[in-house]
């Protein structure tokens, strides 16, 4: 009887399966890294709206920090750009070519524009990109060892169907985590984002119009029925995961400055006499709450690309 014989693996019969391996890492990785990107972007127009915003209310104090926070954000835009056009996958041609117009619609002569129509080409971007951070989270839902297994399954020489201990680890968590931080956190941050630039502007000005006021009690009730969804799922993760996302628990000392933002504009903001409150002041607040709400979305996005990594050593273990 022959003993077995224990080698190296051919490089010829295992070489495509590898290939095909690191291309699906890679892209998603790729994904994951464009996410974050547009997610930096997303926060900058934001800001670029609120603080135009507040200038065209009158308020002298955001033009100068507008003409560089301009500078920076075509740079960001240059660098999503790049970031796509890594894989073809990731957006398509016209996606990159609608960000660039629309960001051109902008920013050229805005001083000159009705605030109205600033408002919403800002708005009309931030949605574009909320979008794709959405569509490439759902690209992610499908860990790098499920998707080569299932296009080894529609091969020519179909393998067989992975076991359940193949499957990506905590997959359960990780979808959790993949929803909260590409579609529930963003949303939120953008509504605080909406009442940041309305109530600078009303406060600017020195009052709040029929307009302004509707725009702004829709935000505002908007953004109380979502950070209470944000905070059940808070509670979901903080149960799920160990520690993993370390700004999870800070996020419920933002939820009484969020609280106070939002009784601070329906008080002071949305009524129908003159307006007392500080339009910078309020700039202010707000932008802390949403900076947070951001950051606990790139933590987020850290902890998926770590999970990512890991997935590289669950798949070399059952190959």
């Not at 974050?36 to 900058?44: E, G, N, S």
């Not at 091969?155 to 931080?181: C, D, I, M, Q, W």
């Not at 808070?234 to 000392?253: A, H």
């Amino acid at each position: 009887m022959h003993s077995p014989s224990f080698g190296a693996p051919s490089g010829s019969k295992g070489s495509p399966q590898f290939a095909l391996f690191c291309e699906e890492y890679q892209q998603r990785l790729d994904a994951l890294t464009l996410v974050k990107q547009l997610i930096q972007m997303i926060k900058a127009v934001q800001r670029h709206r609120g603080m135009s915003m507040g200038a065209l209310g009158g308020n002298a104090l955001f033009r100068a920090e507008l003409t560089q926070l301009q500078v920076q954000l075509e740079r960001r835009l240059e660098l999503v750009q790049a970031f796509a056009a890594r894989s073809l996958n990731l957006l398509s041609a016209r996606d990159r070519e609608n960000l660039s117009n629309a960001w051109l619609t902008i920013s050229r002569d805005w001083q000159q524009d009705a605030v109205v129509d600033n408002y919403e080409l800002h708005c009309h971007l931030i949605e574009q990109l909320l979008s794709m951070v959405a569509a490439l989270g759902k690209q992610l839902e499908q860990p790098t060892s499920q998707a080569l297994s299932q296009t080894e399954r529609n091969s020519a020489e179909p393998s067989a169907p992975p076991t359940e201990g193949s499957s990506y680890p905590n997959r359960f968590k990780y979808l959790e985590v993949l929803h909260f931080s590409t579609r529930l956190m963003p949303a939120v941050a953008e509504q605080i984002g909406r009442i940041r630039a309305l109530s600078t502007y009303a406060s600017a000005l020195g009052y709040c119009d029929k307009d302004v006021t509707s725009k702004l009690r829709y935000a505002i009730q908007c953004t109380r029925v979502n950070n209470e969804k944000l905070r059940h799922q808070t509670k979901r993760l903080e149960g799920l995961l160990d520690k993993d996302l370390i700004m999870l628990s800070q996020l419920k000392s933002y939820e009484i400055k969020l609280d106070f933002l939002l009784t601070m504009v329906e008080s002071d903001v949305v009524n129908p006499h003159q307006i007392n409150a500080d339009s910078h002041r309020l700039f202010v607040l707000a932008s802390d709450i949403i900076d947070m709400y951001l950051k606990v979305v790139d933590e987020g996005v850290h902890l998926l690309t770590d999970w990512h990594e890991q997935d590289i050593e669950l798949w070399l273990e059952t190959c």
